[in-house]
């Protein structure tokens, strides 16, 4: 997608050309016919389980059996739980630390590698290479690398006169550890998304600046957080969804623990179904975990649409 | 660009001119600290498996594997499914982007709402009644089953991604084909759709990672060990051999090696940026 032109320049065009044409029922046949398999796929695949899990969260069943109808309880527990606000809290901790500890790092490198100079290219796509590389397989290099008090960071620390570092034995430790392997894991994420946002600001503007006497702090406070603030708070969102949503990184890395101090609200949500064959209450968690997300999200999206940035 | 006006040679990290080796150090070891522990599973996936007298980097390692784990049938599953998703994920999210795309009105406010929200929800909400499903049509332990899976956790942001290339398409080029006499869906295919192969491609790619990378599908739905695909049996192997890091490294390897390799040669034609300006547009 390199053909890709800057953000202001679709904007601009797109409704100007919509408007041109007039609407015509052969033109909207065909266009619900186009969107009809994706529309059948998410009914059949996603909304419907959606509207089953609704409805599962209502009773107290098994795994294959809805069980009797027990109204909010299953949420009304969820909510009494001290281990859900704790998994709530470190969900909030391990997506705080995805959003903004991978958008900083994932920005620096974009900013990195936004001139051009020798090997730039090459670094472009291993800088990448942590977002390709299967969670399974990185969270096993992790485990290699800390799991035990004689693998290689322990050892390091112990050499350095850090003492015993207990990276994953250690409840503290251990949230630190997951909330760096998330950052990881997802800065080529931001990196790629800030890329594409600093591409579509005209050179011009800094050229002016430049020539206004604007410093490089200046420069980024002034031109390039305004002009890419669109692009941030939407990776934000999607980010902020992909972290709250990752069950994987948590389960591979700790499985939650030591003493649940890294369980998240999905981990927790995973646990309730298939460990402890409820999964009343694993949707129940799961739907008010997806309900605070949508929250946020629309909150953010109305607010990108007010502001109308860059 | 190219200034004349000669102000300060300000070269920072703004600075939209050519910058020098300076920068490529910096790069370099950025890289090398990100990359580390990636490097750690090639050092050991190529270090002798037993002790020998072989002292440099061997394959002996991979010899093994290949010989005494299931790696080939797992590999085999993997990359049926992940084929498999990839082509109904373009299939499905082609025409459906150009609805996002060219489609104005309540209706289709509607439907992109509609993807937007099924996507927020998390995966472990689809799997109960899903499984209860595809246990009534007998797609529990089938690589078709899991499959579908992906394809219905692609799709959203599939969507997103055509359309954002979509709209990079302009629309002047399909009015000229429908004034020839072409209709919307021809308009669709032969000016639009065969003008978007990069597009098309970077919605693959993006498909064929997330099905070839995932853990918690697989995880739930595969049950006997002639299904398993790559994570499930890295995973059931890793927990095996706990101690003898060599051969679980190099399955690691098999398993990062096809995402890799089509990165190295598709990544000019993957971006994802385009997808936010087709998010909130609407």
């Known amino acids: ?123 472009k796509i291993l800088l990448l290479l942590p977002w390709i590389v299967p969670i399974v397989v990185s969270s096993m290099s992790w485990n ?26 250690d409840p503290t430790m251990a949230m630190i550890t997951v909330c760096l392997f998330k950052i990881r894991i997802s800065y080529p994420f931001m990196m790629m998304m800030m890329s594409a946002a600093l591409e579509g600001i005209e050179p011009n503007l800094y050229e002016a ?27 934000w ?20 623990g030591p003493v649940d101090s890294t369980t998240s609200l999905i981990v927790l949500a995973y646990r309730s179904v298939f460990q402890d064959f409820r999964p009343g209450y694993g949707v129940a968690i799961s739907f008010l975990m997806t309900g605070a997300l949508v929250t946020l999200s629309i909150i953010l999206f109305r607010q990108i649409r007010r502001a109308n940035i860059a | 660009m190219t200034t004349p006006i000669a102000t300060a040679p300000a070269r920072n990290s703004l600075d939209p001119r050519r910058a020098g080796f300076g920068r490529t150090l910096a790069a370099a070891i950025v890289t090398l600290v990100l990359l580390g522990p990636i490097i750690v599973v090639f050092w050991l996936a190529l270090r002798p498996r037993l002790y020998t007298d072989i002292t440099g980097p061997t394959l002996e390692t991979f010899g093994y594997i290949f010989a005494n784990t299931d790696i080939l049938l797992w590999l085999k599953n993997s990359a049926m499914v992940s084929a498999l998703a990839t082509i109904v994920s373009v299939i499905v999210a082609a025409p459906a982007g150009y609805v996002l ?32 499903m595809f246990a009534a049509v007998g797609l529990v332990d089938s690589l078709g089953g899991v499959a579908i899976i992906y394809v219905a956790s692609s799709i959203a942001v599939a969507c997103w991604m055509m359309s954002a290339y979509f709209d990079t398409i302009p629309v002047t080029l399909e009015e000229a084909a429908w004034i020839d006499g072409c209709s919307v869906f021809g308009g669709f295919v032969r000016i639009v759709l065969r003008n978007s192969l ?61 995402p890799v390799v089509i990165f190295a040669f598709l990544n000019r034609f993957f971006s994802i940026g385009g997808i936010g300006g087709s998010l909130a547009g609407r």
């Open chain 1, 1 to 123: 997608m390199q053909a890709t032109g800057t953000l202001a320049d679709r904007q601009s065009r797109r409704p100007a050309e919509a408007r041109r044409r007039r609407p015509d029922l052969g033109r909207a046949m065909t266009l619900a016919g186009l969107a009809m398999p994706a529309i059948v796929l998410m009914t059949v695949v996603n909304a419907y389980p959606v509207v089953y899990a609704g409805i599962q969260a209502l009773h107290d069943g098994d795994l294959l059996n809805l069980g009797s109808f027990v109204g909010l309880a299953n949420f009304r527990d969820a909510l009494t739980d001290p281990l859900f606000w704790w998994s709530a809290r470190f969900t909030v901790i391990f997506s705080l630390c995805g959003v903004f500890g991978s958008w900083l790092v994932g920005f620096a490198l974009a900013l990195l590698l936004k001139p051009e100079f020798p090997g730039k290219s090459s670094f």
């Open chain 1, 144 to 169: 290699w690398l800390t799991a035990t008090p004689t693998s290689l960071l322990p050892v390091l620390a112990q050499d350095l006169g850090f003492g015993r570092v207990m990276f994953l034995a």
């Open chain 1, 209 to 235: 600046a430049r020539v206004d006497g604007a410093n490089s702090r200046q420069q980024l406070r002034y031109i390039v957080l305004p002009m890419t603030a669109r692009s941030t708070y939407i990776a």
């Open chain 1, 237 to 256: 969102i999607l980010m902020a969804m992909f972290s709250v949503n990752d069950f994987a990184t948590i389960y591979l890395l700790t499985g939650g």
């Open chain 2, 101 to 132: 795309s060219r489609g104005r009105g309540g209706a289709v406010s509607v439907y992109s709402l509609f993807i937007f929200v099924v996507q927020s929800f998390p995966v472990v909400v689809f799997v109960i009644p899903l499984f209860i």
């Open chain 2, 198 to 258: 990069p597009g098309v491609l970077s919605t693959a790619i993006y498909a064929f990672l997330l099905a070839w990378n995932d853990y918690l599908v697989a995880l739930v739905f595969l049950r006997s060990d002639d299904r398993f695909t790559l994570p499930i049996g890295l995973q059931t192997f890793f927990q095996q051999n706990q101690t003898d890091w060599g051969p679980v490294m190099a399955c690691a390897v098999v398993m990062l090696a096809p």
